[in-house]
């Protein structure tokens, strides 16, 4: 996380404070871990979210600062080309940090093929101050309901800071 707020402040923001830690959007689980020593907040929320099972992380995450979220873009069949959005969106104040090396790592069980599983800003549908949109391509072999996980490294930014931050979403799609 260190890492990665200096190169957000480095790639495109207006100098100014160093990157807040983002609030901790994930719930707590039925029994809480144990907070590491001089770990942040954000560092904490990462290690909760990889700590969840696939079927517990949600389809979405936001903070005042940015909207995240996978959709379906179905109906989907078997043997056919389909895709599923990653979109975000700031809020407020904030703009994406196009500078930023933004990328969007997914993964999904058996029985769905990704075709590529890593995708950076120039895999974009659409990538600006306002959004960033990726349409991932996948081919499901059976029926049935096929969950994805998305890994998604992003910043927003204000004139006076920048954010950079990382969440991990899952989506259920069905296939007919």
């Known amino acids: 996380m260190i890492l990665g707020a200096v190169v957000a402040l480095a790639l495109g923001c207006d100098g100014g404070e160093p990157p807040a830690a983002p609030p901790n959007p994930t719930p ?16 904490e929320a990462d290690k909760a979210a990889a700590e969840k099972p696939p079927a517990e992380l949600a389809a979405s995450a936001s903070d005042p600062s940015f909207q995240l979220s996978l959709k379906p873009a179905g109906p989907y069949a078997a043997g056919k080309l389909g895709t599923f ?9 904030y703009h994406v940090n196009e500078e930023y090396p933004m990328s969007v790592t997914v993964s999904a069980g058996e029985g769905l093929n990704l075709p590529k599983k890593e995708l950076k ?30 890994h998604v490294r ?23």
Not at 28 to 43: I, V
Not at 160 to 168: I, Q
């Open 154 to 176: 992003f910043a927003v930014c204000t004139p006076e800071t920048c954010v950079p931050d990382e969440r991990k979403l899952a989506l259920a799609l069905p296939v007919e």
């Open 85 to 93: 959005v990653v979109d975000l969106e700031p809020r407020g104040e």
């Open 28 to 43: 707590p689980t039925s029994k809480p871990a144990e907070p590491t020593p001089g770990a942040s907040a954000a560092d």
């Open 121 to 150: 800003k120039d895999d974009a549908a659409e990538f600006g101050e306002k959004r960033a949109r990726f349409e991932v391509p996948f081919t499901p072999a059976t029926t049935g309901e096929h969950r994805v996980q998305a």
